[in-house]
């Protein structure tokens, strides 16, 4: 009998899921299967040690697509080549839409069909633990079916030759919808989602416009249709940052400083810009309690200034400590929010 490690801490609603209308391009698998969905450009460099880390999973039940965004280094030659050196694995190269990493992570879920029951995002510069696979699929197989589902968890953070280990982030507050909208907890290359979350992030996506971040979208979009979403304490991959990474880990004070920056600039307030106009379109997939607070949280931003904290606080939008949450409402009062 498979059940979920005892740390994991679980976040449970029910939603309704049954929508008809998703006609996608049809890829198939196994019932135990995972289809991974790796989103590259230009990551010759780091490309072979991670899939030598898929090849390497306990979980062995496993496909590949790989979605290349106009790369112009030897990525794609290293992916035949690999592919070539294991033909018992089914690996797909295809052409990414050259819109950014959201849209082609977002691209590539378009290519799981119905009968895809787990997909894993990856990105292409780690190095997955061996068991990544098991505990996640682990994790959601006590979920029902029908219910979407996310499983997210721990990295190790470390520098580009894998060295320096650090433990990421550990989250003071279970995710809600409340802190999805302002905060993305759910690292996108530690996510797994079941079928029902599929089939929902997939409904909702092709309602919205732009989103800054795949990851943040599905947290927000799961969470905000009343689904599981399921922290592992445990780091099931190394996390290498080499200095070109797209995000990279919010650890030690310069990547805390750099956030601020962020919020400074004003890119914490085009990215909700594009997040609320997001979720409105899929208001439907929303439970009403979360449609209204996308309304509810759009005004608050819109208030009149000296009165923007306390309707954010009357709301309960928090971030994951008192300094970020503090953070927000000055941000909320210099117009960048």
């Not at 894993?120 to 990544?132: E, H, I, T």
């Not at 190790?156 to 409340?178: M, N, Q, T």
């Not at 919205?208 to 599905?218: L, N, R, S, T, Y």
Request: net charge positive; hydrophobic share 40%.
């Amino acid at each position: 009998m498979r059940h979920a490690p005892d740390d994991l801490k679980t976040w449970v609603n029910v939603w309704p899921v049954g929508t008809g209308d998703l006609d996608v391009d049809a890829i198939q698998t196994t019932d135990n299967e995972v289809m991974i969905l790796l989103a590259m450009l230009n990551g010759g460099r780091f490309i072979t040690e991670q899939l030598d880390s898929f090849e390497s999973q306990t979980h062995n039940a496993w496909r590949l697509v790989v979605s290349d965004d106009g790369s112009v280094d030897s990525g794609p030659d290293q992916i035949e080549a690999w592919s070539r050196l294991h033909p018992s694995r089914n690996v797909t190269l295809v052409a990414g839409p050259q819109a950014g990493f959201a849209r082609n992570f977002l691209h590539l879920l378009a290519h799981a069909d119905r009968s895809t029951r787990f997909v894993a995002f990856s990105d292409q510069d780690d190095v997955w633990l061996p068991d990544k696979l098991a505990r996640a699929t682990a994790a959601l197989a006590g979920v029902p079916e029908s219910q979407p589902a996310l499983y997210c968890g721990s990295t190790w953070i470390c520098d580009h030759r894998l060295s320096g280990r650090k433990v990421s982030e550990r989250w003071a507050y279970p995710p809600s919808f409340r802190n999805a909208l302002v905060q993305n907890i759910a690292p996108g290359n530690t996510i797994m989602l079941n079928r029902a979350a599929v089939r929902l992030l997939q409904a909702a996506t092709r309602r919205a416009g732009e989103v800054p971040a795949h990851d943040w979208w599905a947290y927000q979009v799961i969470a905000g249709a009343g689904g599981h979403i399921i922290q592992d304490k445990t780091p099931s991959l190394l996390y290498r940052q080499h200095g070109t990474n797209v995000i990279g880990a919010n650890v030690g004070l310069r990547a805390h400083l750099r956030r601020y920056w962020i919020v400074l600039r004003g890119h914490l307030r085009r990215w909700n810009d594009l997040n609320i106009d997001a979720l409105t379109r899929a208001l439907p997939y929303l439970t009403p309690e979360n449609r209204q607070l996308v309304e509810d949280f759009a005004k608050a931003r819109r208030a009149p200034i000296l009165s923007r904290p306390r309707r954010l606080h009357r709301l309960g939008i928090h971030r994951q400590s008192r300094i970020g949450t503090g953070l927000l409402w000055v941000a909320a009062v210099i117009g960048c929010l």
